[in-house]
Each structure stands twice: as structure tokens, then as C-alpha cells.
């Protein structure tokens, strides 16, 4: 029998933003929060949060790894989350 191996397949990203009123991201794996301020979503290289006023979900699609966001865009950010892990509090106690 062949063991076939997975191998995570790079691809690339995009994060397009029209006007700080509407974002598109490509490479959205799920979402983890979303309100009218705040999105969260993990991406295929991270955390990404997408602050803002007014923010509505225009399009998700998993499928295609799509999420488009509308409304008044103040800050985008990604956070690794092997970082986090590692700036715990125990961590930091310990070190």
C-alpha cells in the first residue's frame, strides 16, 4: 500500500479595500466572531480582525473562501495564532 502524505497546499491571499467602506478577502477559512464592529475570521495565514462602525457580512462563502465585509472600515490586523499561544499567561509566568 502507497501512504499518501497531506501537504498543506500554500495559496495566495487578498485583501482588496474600497474606500475604507467595503473589504474583500480571499483564503477565509471560517469566522470566528462577527458583530457590527468587529469581525474575526481565520485565514490561511492567521487570525484576521477587521475593526469598524456599521460593519456588515455582504458575502461569506467557505466554499470558495470568500467574505466580503461593507460598512465604515477603522483598522485591519492579522494575529498568528501560534503567537498567542505562546504569550499566554502560564507562559509568561514560567518564563
Partial sequence: MEDKKVSKIVTNQNIIM???EKISVTG???IHSF???L???QTD???LTIKGDDLKM???NLDNNELIVEGQI???AYSDTNQAKKSGFMN???K
Fill in 18 to 20: 474600497e474606500n475604507r
Fill in 74 to 76: 477603522i483598522a485591519v
Fill in 45 to 47: 495565514l492567521g487570525i
Fill in 39 to 41: 469581525v474575526l475570521a
Fill in 28 to 30: 477565509v477559512i471560517d
Fill in 58 to 60: 455582504n458575502k461569506l
Fill in 35 to 37: 458583530d457590527d464592529e
Fill in 92 to 94: 509568561k509566568i514560567f
